[in-house]
């Protein structure tokens, strides 16, 4: 089965710890992106990567980094510097190129919830 | 960038057509519209993607405009597992920046019986 995978579903930690959260995929996707949610609220771009070992910031990237040493695999840091780092976050793929007849939309994961006290 | 305007919430009954209308003025040339449904605690899923016209797939269809400043997205005789929230994307299908990935605050459609 292809597809995003997202772990743990729910995490929690203390304040003023760093947190790494986990999105792989098997769909063969070039990009791959992080979001996140707030309760009542749209998606946020966190960061956004286009191939191995390039990505770029999206508009709330303070406070969180990523790695992309791997297509399959762009994990997610949430360090302590970010002052709000309670929500909903997802992670999603998509390809990059032209081939006729795509669809060229986002893959979703099933998200991370993440609880930080 | 173009930046979207959706109803924040809509609601309609069972068997009824629904259609939720997302504004997007300054569209630019490359930009295409996606729309995406989320239901709660999960990740959002792909209805349908347009450029111009209307596109039709098997859970919806896509009307766009000749001047495509707004796009409605369709669906036909809903059920109660309809009821979710609709994202508007407008971005290029090639994200050359990250500044072009932008999803509005989509529509909460809820459907009663």
């Known amino acids: 089965d292809g597809g995003i995978t997202q772990s743990p579903k729910y995490l929690f930690r203390k304040e003023g710890q760093n947190v790494t959260l986990s999105c792989e995929q098997n769909?063969?996707?070039?990009?791959m992106y992080w979001y996140r949610q707030d309760p009542g609220q749209g998606l946020r771009l966190i960061y956004y990567?286009?191939?191995?070992?390039?990505?770029q910031k999206g508009d709330i990237a303070e406070g969180y980094s990523v790695s992309r040493e791997k297509k399959e695999s762009f994990p997610l840091t949430v360090t302590s510097a970010q002052k709000n780092p309670t929500a909903f976050y997802l992670c999603a793929s998509s390809i990059v190129g032209l081939e006729s007849g795509s669809s060229y939309e986002q893959y979703f994961g099933p998200g991370t919830r993440l609880t930080v006290t | 960038l173009a930046k979207t305007t959706q109803p924040i919430s809509m609601d309609s009954y069972e068997g009824q057509e629904v259609n939720i209308t997302c504004s997007h003025n300054n569209i630019a040339t490359n930009d295409y519209i996606t729309w995406y449904q989320q239901f709660p605690s999960q990740g959002p899923r792909f209805i349908i993607q347009g450029y111009k016209t209307k596109v039709t797939n098997e859970v919806a269809s896509l009307f766009i405009p000749a001047d495509r400043k707004s796009s409605t997205l369709s669906l036909p005789r809903v059920s109660l597992s309809d009821t979710a929230v609709y994202y508007c994307?407008?971005?290029?299908?090639?994200?050359?920046?990250?500044?072009?990935?932008?999803f509005g605050s989509g529509t909460r459609l809820s459907i009663r019986p």
């Open positions: 990567s286009q191939i191995v070992n390039d990505f």
């Open positions: 994307l407008v971005a290029p299908i090639l994200y050359s920046s990250a500044s072009k990935i932008i």
């Open positions: 769909l063969n996707h070039d990009a």
